[in-house]
């Protein structure tokens, strides 16, 4: 039982490349999340789902996209990346009962964009 | 609109002595607060929560924090500070209604002097 899984751990991007980060999940939880941090920034939402299909937009969307086909996988895409998408990606399951806000991390993505 | 302000970016502490972790929260609906604890390079761990039940929340390694509405403060203590807490913790903070987005502060490094 892994929790959430980040792929790639690291990575190094040129200016205008794409990728994707890969979050799978084995604990079953419909509310999934993407988050972005900086030094001194604490940690900024970027996009979240509610469940397989539902998808929605949170504080710094721009430049990124996402999907969710299945409960499992929630894969964050950058476009034409850009130096200010060299960050840490956290990708984290909502666990609290009802759900509250309690949220399970996966270990990060570190991008660097050059 | 909910926001969390943690007070301090740096906070030092020798070995022993008490840990006071500042948060204030700004919230328009009762809010659900968290304190999340994180080590280098890995992910957030939850330290402990607020979901409106007990005031004095009692969390992981001996970590406690006190839900003050008329201060709208959260701040996490912990009597005797040992080597290993030092890290970097964030306070965040959830709201009923919608799809629950969790709000982070900026986060606060402890340093634990020997």
């Known amino acids: 039982n892994a929790g959430v899984t980040q792929t790639p751990k690291f990575r190094i991007l040129k200016i205008g490349q794409s990728m994707t980060l890969q979050c799978t999940q084995d604990?079953?939880?419909?509310?999934m999340y993407w988050y972005r941090q900086d030094p001194g920034m604490g940690l900024k939402l970027i996009y979240y789902?509610?469940?397989?299909?539902?998808?929605d937009k949170g504080e710094v969307p721009n430049g990124y996209n996402v999907s969710r086909s299945t409960t499992e996988d929630f894969p964050l895409r950058l476009e034409l990346a850009a130096p200010s998408q060299t960050s840490v990606y956290f990708c984290?399951?909502?666990?609290?009962?009802?759900?509250?806000?309690?949220?399970?991390f996966g270990e990060g993505s570190r991008l660097t964009v050059l | 609109a909910q926001s969390v302000t943690q007070l301090g970016s740096h906070v030092s502490v020798s070995e022993g002595a008490l840990v006071l972790l500042r948060c204030n929260y700004s919230?328009?609906?009762?809010?659900?607060l968290f304190w999340y604890v994180q080590y280098p390079n890995q992910g957030l761990q939850l330290l402990l929560k607020?979901?409106?039940?007990?005031?004095l929340v009692k969390g992981i390694n001996g970590f406690e924090a006190e839900f003050k509405k008329s201060e709208t403060s959260f701040h996490l203590t912990k009597p005797s500070a040992h080597m290993s807490d030092a890290a970097e913790y964030f306070c965040a903070v959830s709201s009923l209604g919608g799809y629950q987005k969790v709000t982070f502060g900026t986060g606060t490094k402890l340093q634990v002097i020997p």
């Open positions: 919230s328009s609906v009762p809010p659900y």
């Open positions: 607020y979901t409106s039940a007990a005031t």
């Open positions: 789902s509610v469940g397989a299909g539902i998808t």
């Open positions: 604990m079953n939880h419909n509310y």
């Open positions: 984290a399951i909502g666990t609290g009962t009802g759900y509250t806000g309690e949220l399970f």
